[in-house]
């Protein structure tokens, strides 16, 4: 690989595109070695773990006692490949175990953590009825990772139909096994190849136009109306079904000042591109749902793809929308996509074994059945949707679907694929091989054979999926992958992409030709994860909405906050939004306030007036912002684990806390504006949030919420970096240490840990955190004063 060039710093405005490609594919390159050379360094230490390994259908589960500290970061996660290799070597520690009988969630001191994988296989359904222990290795994908402190966790191998989690086992039933980790360049190179399209000029014409315009933000040469495209978004009355006309315009009138200003801006989009940014709790997401319906409601058919890089989000935009068409009785198709099958290719075109192992191929001289359609749509040509379309449907015969009632959540590809098969089964014509696939009875190779008919004659059926879909939800890569050629967008969202690369916001324009593309998210809370901090990778962490920012190129914003009660939004919007973010409501006075919110105000006033001798004593009267932030008097030292840190004082206050709020019946929910059914039922109980900058504090929160004796759904626990998108009636934040270190610092960290709380908030902050200069002082001073909460040093 040729030297990587070396710039000073990062730049918000480009000189060329050469400048652009130079810049972002040296960096983006730079990154993916340096995770790879982590992952052989890792892979190379060839640590052997214990492992209790479970066999399922289409799922092999494995608990495995592993050194976490020693896997950090590096522990495989959600849809990330990684092999589990069978260790031969009989050089055990068997001195530290012994053969007592050990249960799930037995704490036996400090020597045993576990990690619970559910992993897919690889293998084709048939193929999982071969032995597990008849083979060295498997490839397997993650699809989920809970950490428990079990203790010594001892599972054996599940044969029966009892939960395998809860059996007790001897430690000598344990099997050896090495977790190889596999660094893909899925990512770089889908990225990579939408920058290659931009700067050949394959890309389209409007496409070239605005990546041309979102280089230096200079005055395009074409600006895009949009209501001329769906003259039914300016004029509701175009709508014929009166049902679907006065549900838009409800939709039309629950906009607020900034939503509505914005609306109105969609009438002159410089090249195409609409940025919307937005503060916490400002219905980014509703902002853009309601314009993809307000353009979907007239008589021509529109097509959105909706692309977010983070899964949580994505499915909660997916579940939003169907919602809102099934209240508004639209008939339209909405999928969330979530994976795809692999592509059949010869193993010797793939060089990484981990994903070799994962590729299916088609046996070589197949035979076709006469009749049968040998000309699938070229897109699909090679695409196997077995495993995904069988794993539904045994779903649906072995399981109740009861979970899903008033099925208001998108449905899946391979779910679709399910429903649609089903109600016409004539159409695609399968149903014997679904018979003989499933029968147990019949011979091996049978089975296969069936197995191989149904591949080809389910090409159609996906392709039938995806063209009839109005709006579909993915990632970037997803999109970019699979969608080409295949699916049409006249819109394009990309939302929270200010999280994004940017040569991941570049896959929305070098592949899809819509009539404009719409980016929101908020530059104040997020940016670009950077695992690799040089500088010639520095650039990779500032998004495109955040030079647009700077570049003076957002005309509107969304900045009224329908979230914080009470005036707690006042604190974020004077630290981090220049005093522009303000509350949906006019200051409220006392009596306005919920009585939920005036009764969480006295619980903290109760807090204040019960501490032993707080200082300062004389500005804690009269608690107007529900916001206490307490220091501790006397410095109880953080404790570190590894590399991350927890405090036992502020842990146990917490617990504390959350046990005497959730034992309270006068603790609830707010009522909701506009939203008759919370209007009409009962109070619903409180939600509470704790918010830690370190991993060792959440992960001891998590076991102590999960020992908590009533309530525990109601508690939910969040690193600051997973924080984002979450709110609760009452946060906690937890700061843990003395001194901050620069994460704790980082501002974007900060105004998303203080913009969670509906009604309340608590942030424990050791003393010498209170003496920073700079954003943690500012906190601590303006609480100290009365202005945003009150400020007590109390002994702890």
Same mark, same amino acid.
């Given at each position: 690989?040729?030297?990587?060039?070396?710039?000073?710093g990062?730049?918000?405005?480009?000189?060329?595109?050469?400048?652009?490609?130079?810049?972002?594919?040296?960096?983006?390159?730079?990154?993916?070695?340096?995770?790879l050379?982590?992952?052989?360094?890792?892979?190379a230490?060839?640590?052997?773990?214990?492992?209790w390994v479970?066999?399922?259908?289409?799922?092999?589960?494995?608990?495995?006692?592993?050194?976490?500290?020693?896997?950090?970061?590096?522990?495989?996660?959600?849809?990330?490949?990684?092999?589990?290799?069978?260790?031969?070597?009989?050089?055990?520690?068997?001195?530290?175990?012994n053969?007592?009988?050990?249960?799930?969630?037995?704490?036996?001191?400090?020597?045993?953590?576990?990690v619970?994988?559910?992993?897919?296989?690889?293998?084709?359904?048939?193929?999982?009825?071969?032995?597990?222990?008849?083979?060295?290795?498997?490839?397997?994908?993650a699809?989920?990772?809970?950490?428990?402190?079990?203790?010594r966790?001892?599972?054996?191998?599940?044969?029966?139909?009892?939960?395998?989690f809860?059996?007790?086992r001897?430690?000598?039933?344990?099997i050896?096994v090495?977790?190889?980790?596999?660094?893909?360049?899925?990512?770089?190179?889908t990225?990579l190849?939408?920058?290659?399209?931009?700067?050949?000029?394959?890309t389209?014409?409007a496409?070239?136009?605005?990546?041309?315009?979102?280089?230096?933000?200079?005055k395009?040469?074409?600006?895009?109306?949009?209501?001329?495209?769906?003259?039914?978004?300016?004029?509701?009355?175009?709508?014929?079904?009166?049902?679907?006309r006065?549900?838009?315009r409800?939709?039309?009138?629950?906009?607020d000042?900034?939503?509505?200003?914005?609306?109105?801006?969609?009438?002159?989009?410089?090249a195409?591109?609409?940025?919307?940014?937005?503060?916490?709790?400002?219905?980014?997401?509703?902002?853009?749902?309601?314009?993809?319906?307000?353009?979907?409601?007239?008589v021509?058919?529109?097509?959105?793809?909706?692309?977010?890089d983070?899964?949580?989000a994505?499915?909660?935009?997916?579940?939003?929308?169907?919602a809102?068409?099934d209240?508004?009785?639209?008939?339209?198709?909405?999928i969330?996509?979530r994976?795809?099958?692999?592509r059949t290719?010869?193993?010797?075109?793939?060089?990484?074994?981990?994903?070799?192992?994962r590729?299916?191929?088609?046996?070589?001289?197949?035979?076709l059945e006469?009749?049968?359609?040998?000309?699938?749509?070229?897109?699909?040509?090679?695409?196997?949707?077995?495993?995904?379309?069988?794993?539904?449907?045994?779903?649906?015969?072995?399981?109740?679907?009861?979970?899903?009632?008033g099925?208001?959540?998108?449905?899946?590809?391979?779910q679709?694929?399910?429903?649609?098969w089903?109600?016409?089964?004539?159409?695609?014509?399968?149903a014997?091989?679904?018979?003989?696939?499933?029968?147990d009875?019949?011979?091996?190779?049978?089975?296969?054979?069936a197995l191989?008919?149904?591949?080809?004659?389910l090409?159609?059926?996906?392709?039938?999926?995806?063209?009839?879909?109005?709006?579909?939800v993915?990632?970037?890569?997803?999109?970019?992958?699979h969608?080409?050629?295949l699916?049409?967008?006249?819109?394009?969202?990309?939302?929270?992409?200010a999280?994004?690369?940017?040569?991941?916001?570049?896959?929305?324009?070098?592949?899809?030709?819509?009539?404009?593309?719409?980016?929101?998210?908020?530059?104040?809370?997020?940016?670009?994860?950077v695992?690799?901090?040089?500088?010639?990778?520095?650039?990779l962490? *500032? $998004?495109?909405?955040e030079? =647009?920012?700077v570049?003076?190129? %957002?005309p509107h914003?969304? +900045?009224?906050?329908? !979230?914080?009660?009470?005036?707690l939004?006042?604190?974020?919007?004077?630290l981090?939004?220049?005093?522009?973010?303000?509350?949906?409501?006019?200051?409220?006075?006392d009596?306005?306030?919920p009585?939920?919110?005036?009764?969480?105000?006295a619980?903290?006033?109760?807090?204040?007036?019960?501490?032993?001798?707080?200082?300062p004593?004389?500005?804690?009267l009269?608690?107007?912002?529900?916001?206490?932030l307490?220091?501790?008097?006397?410095?109880?030292?953080a404790?570190?684990?590894?590399?991350?840190?927890?405090?036992?004082?502020?842990?146990?206050?917490?617990?504390?806390?959350?046990t005497?709020?959730?034992?309270d019946?006068?603790?609830?929910?707010?009522?909701?504006?506009?939203?008759?059914?919370?209007?009409?039922?009962?109070?619903?109980?409180?939600?509470?949030?704790? *918010? $830690?900058?370190?991993?060792? =504090?959440?992960?001891?929160?998590? %076991?102590a919420?999960?020992? +908590?004796?009533?309530? !525990?759904?109601r508690?939910?626990?969040?690193t600051?970096?997973?924080?984002?998108?979450?709110?609760?009636?009452?946060?906690?934040?937890?700061?843990?240490?003395?001194?901050?270190?620069e994460?704790?610092?980082?501002?974007k960290?900060l105004?998303v840990?203080?913009?969670?709380?509906?009604?309340a908030?608590?942030?424990?902050?050791s003393?010498?955190?209170?003496?920073?200069?700079?954003?943690?002082?500012h906190?601590?001073?303006?609480?100290?004063?009365?202005?945003?909460?009150?400020a007590?040093?109390?002994?702890?």
């Open positions: 690989m040729e030297p990587l060039p070396k710039f000073s990062v730049t918000h405005k480009f000189k060329s595109a050469e400048d652009f490609a130079v810049r972002h594919e040296a960096a983006t390159r730079a990154e993916y070695e340096a995770d050379a982590e992952v052989n360094s890792f892979n230490k060839k640590l052997v773990q214990k492992a479970i066999k399922q259908i289409g799922l092999l589960s494995f608990i495995m006692r592993a050194d976490l500290q020693a896997m950090g970061k590096l522990m495989p996660q959600p849809n990330q490949p990684f092999r589990l290799v069978f260790d031969d070597h009989q050089d055990s520690d068997e001195e530290l175990d053969d007592s009988d050990y249960g799930n969630g037995v704490n036996r001191g400090e020597k045993g953590r576990a619970k994988f559910s992993c897919r296989m690889s293998s084709e359904p048939i193929e999982l009825n071969k032995q597990w222990s008849s083979t060295k290795e498997f490839t397997l994908i699809t989920n990772r809970k950490l428990e402190k079990f203790g966790v001892l599972i054996p191998i599940h044969r029966g139909t009892s939960d395998p809860n059996l007790k001897k430690n000598s039933e344990a050896r090495r977790l190889m980790l596999s660094a893909s360049d899925l990512t770089m190179q990225e190849n939408a920058l290659k399209s931009i700067m050949d000029g394959t389209s014409e496409g070239r136009e605005a990546f041309k315009y979102l280089l230096g933000f200079e395009p040469q074409t600006f895009v109306n949009l209501f001329e495209k769906f003259p039914q978004m300016a004029n509701r009355n175009l709508v014929t079904s009166p049902t679907l006065e549900g838009l409800k939709i039309f009138d629950g906009l000042k900034d939503q509505m200003e914005a609306f109105h801006g969609l009438r002159s989009l410089p195409g591109i609409c940025f919307v940014p937005g503060g916490p709790g400002a219905g980014k997401t509703r902002w853009s749902l309601s314009v993809a319906t307000l353009a979907q409601g007239g021509s058919q529109v097509k959105v793809l909706y692309l977010v983070i899964n949580s994505a499915d909660n935009a997916a579940d939003r929308v169907q809102i068409y209240e508004l009785e639209m008939d339209k198709v909405i969330r996509m994976s795809w099958p692999c290719r010869k193993k010797k075109e793939v060089d990484d074994e981990a994903i070799a192992n590729l299916m191929e088609l046996e070589e001289g197949e035979v006469e009749g049968e359609d040998v000309s699938p749509p070229k897109y699909l040509t090679g695409s196997d949707f077995t495993l995904g379309f069988l794993r539904e449907y045994d779903l649906m015969k072995t399981e109740s679907r009861s979970a899903a009632t099925l208001t959540k998108a449905q899946t590809l391979d679709r694929a399910l429903q649609l089903m109600d016409d089964k004539g159409k695609y014509g399968f014997k091989q679904m018979k003989t696939v499933f029968n009875n019949r011979p091996l190779d049978e089975r296969q054979g191989d008919g149904l591949r080809r004659r090409v159609p059926l996906y392709d039938d999926v995806i063209s009839e879909a109005d709006f579909i993915t990632t970037p890569v997803a999109a970019s992958r969608l080409v050629g699916y049409n967008p006249d819109l394009v969202i990309f939302d929270e992409c999280h994004a690369h940017e040569l991941s916001t570049m896959i929305a324009l070098a592949h899809f030709e819509p009539e404009a593309w719409f980016f929101t998210g908020d530059h104040r809370q997020t940016e670009p994860y695992s690799l901090r040089v500088p010639h990778v520095r650039q962490g *500032i $998004s495109t909405m030079r =647009a920012a570049n003076g190129a %957002i914003e969304l +900045l009224i906050n329908h !979230r914080a009660r009470a005036s939004e006042c604190l974020a919007s004077e981090f939004y220049g005093a522009m973010m303000r509350s949906e409501r006019e200051p409220e006075s009596s306005a306030l009585l939920s919110t005036r009764h969480l105000r619980w903290l006033q109760k807090l204040i007036n019960e501490a032993p001798k707080p200082q004593p004389a500005t804690l009269g608690l107007d912002v529900p916001r206490l307490i220091s501790d008097k006397n410095k109880a030292r404790e570190q684990v590894g590399t991350s840190f927890w405090n036992s004082a502020h842990h146990d206050f917490i617990i504390r806390q959350v005497h709020l959730l034992s019946p006068s603790f609830t929910q707010p009522p909701v504006a506009n939203d008759l059914s919370r209007l009409s039922a009962k109070e619903l109980p409180g939600t509470i949030l704790i *918010i $830690s900058p370190y991993k060792e =504090a959440v992960y001891r929160y998590r %076991i919420v999960n020992k +908590l004796p009533q309530g !525990r759904d508690v939910g626990v969040n600051v970096d997973t924080a984002q998108g979450q709110e609760a009636d009452v946060v906690f934040l937890d700061m843990v240490k003395q001194a901050p270190t994460h704790v610092q980082n501002p960290r105004c840990a203080l913009t969670r709380a509906r009604q908030e608590v942030i424990l902050m003393a010498g955190m209170m003496m920073e200069m700079g954003y943690l002082g906190l601590w001073n303006r609480c100290r004063d009365g202005e945003d909460g009150a007590i040093i109390v002994p702890m």
